[in-house]
Every structure is written in C-alpha cells, then in structure tokens.
C-alpha cells in the first residue's frame, strides 16, 4: 500500500509562512489534497488536485507537488489556521484513498 | 447546503455490533460514490469503506474486511455501515465523506459519530 509521511509538527509566528511536506514515492505524478482538522471538529478540504482551492477556502491555501514531495503553504498565518492538517492520494493499486500521519500546526 | 449526519454511535462490548446511519442532503445523493474515515482518539484519519453511487460496487480496509458491511438507499439518501465482532481497536470517531464526482477527493464531512468498544 501507498505510504504518505508527514511531520508530526510545524510552527510559526503569526503573519509568517508555514510549509507542510508530504513525501511519498514520486507522488509528483499524483493528485494530491489536503485537510484541515481543527481540535473536535471534522476535516475540510483545503486544497484539491494539488493546487486548486474550494469555494471559501482563503487565497492564502496554496499547494504544489513535485517529485517525491508536496506542500500545503499557508502565507500570513493566523491564529485560526492552527490545525492538524492531513495530506491524501487515491491508491490506484489497492483503490482506495490514502492519508498521510498529519501534521500539527502550532501558531506561536 | 450540502450536509452529511451521522448517528448510530455509542457503547458497545467487544464482540458485540453497531450500525452507523449517515444522511445526506443538499446534493443528487445517488450521483456520487460515499466513503466512511475512522480516526481513532488522538491519531489520525484512516479509511474504513467506500461504495459506488449505485451500490453495486464495495471496497473495505484490510482492518474491517469480513466484519463491517457498507451499503446505502439512494431512495432514502442515506449511507450505511453495519460493523460485527467489534474489538478494541475499532474504538474511534466514524466520519462519513462523499467522493468528489469523478475525482477522488472526499468534500465535505460529517461531524462524526463516536464507537466506543469497552467492556
């Protein structure tokens, strides 16, 4: 099965940038997405397809993927963007979607 | 809006059986296959069963294979899954997701709904 790793943690001052990886095995060829899960709530989608945004999602979401790596960049953090955040493939192999470890998200 | 509820959750012994009930609204509920996530208390997401728009089609986890049984009544827009010989380790919040239409995201949630497996 596909294996996504990510950072237990990252953190960052508010107004600052916040990078979040998530390596797996030339998952450049893969679409990936992402969510965040704040404390006692469910996930939501904030980048899709590696770089789209849903509808309400804040322009400061972005994403890339290359390679062996993708990343969530979340510019001019905010107190409220302090989250888990998981990344997702689709499995082709097994079909069926794949999430990463997530990643906690400290605004200091 | 579009909105998904579960319920069904609660206390069960171990070994003993629960049905989750998820219900959806605010969308064509039969146009879009439908996904169950577990997260067990503080780790994280981990999928559990998926089933196609029309209910012909089901994957599970390796974890719930044998044990948990997905289905849903597109009539009653309402998604499933009946989970048997319950252990432990089945202990976790059940989220229920739709797959994004021709795509393989899930957007958006349910709030969940808690098993608890304890004797």
């Known amino acids: 099965s596909y294996v996504l790793t990510q950072p237990p943690s990252v953190s960052v001052a508010p107004g600052q940038t916040a990078r979040m990886t998530c390596g797996g095995n030339?998952?450049?060829?893969?679409?990936v997405h992402w969510y965040q899960q704040k404390p006692g709530q469910a996930p939501v989608l904030v980048v899709y397809?590696?770089?789209d945004r849903p509808s309400g999602i804040p322009e400061r979401f972005s994403g890339s993927n290359s390679g062996n790596t993708a990343t969530l960049t979340i510019s001019r953090v905010e107190a409220g963007d302090e989250a888990d955040y998981y990344c997702q493939v689709w499995d082709s192999s097994s079909d069926h979607p794949v999430f990463g470890g997530g990643t906690k998200l400290t605004v200091l | 809006q579009v909105q998904m509820v579960e319920s069904g959750g609660g206390l069960v012994k171990p070994g003993g059986s629960l049905r989750l009930s998820c219900a959806a609204s605010g969308f064509t509920f039969s146009d879009y296959y439908m996904s169950w996530i577990r997260q067990a208390p503080g780790k994280g997401l981990e999928w559990v069963s998926y089933?196609?728009?029309?209910?012909?089609?089901?994957y599970y986890a390796d974890s719930v294979k044998g044990r948990f049984t997905i289905s849903r009544d597109n009539a009653k827009n309402s998604l499933y899954l009946q989970m048997n010989s319950l252990r432990a380790e089945d202990t976790a919040v059940y989220y229920c997701?739709?797959?994004?239409?021709?795509?393989?995201?899930?957007?958006?949630w349910g709030q969940g709904t808690l098993v608890t497996v304890s004797s």
């Open positions: 397809n590696d770089s």
């Open positions: 089933i196609s728009s029309s209910g012909t089609t089901m």
């Open positions: 030339n998952i450049g060829s893969q679409s």
């Open positions: 997701a739709r797959r994004g239409f021709g795509a393989n995201w899930l957007d958006p």
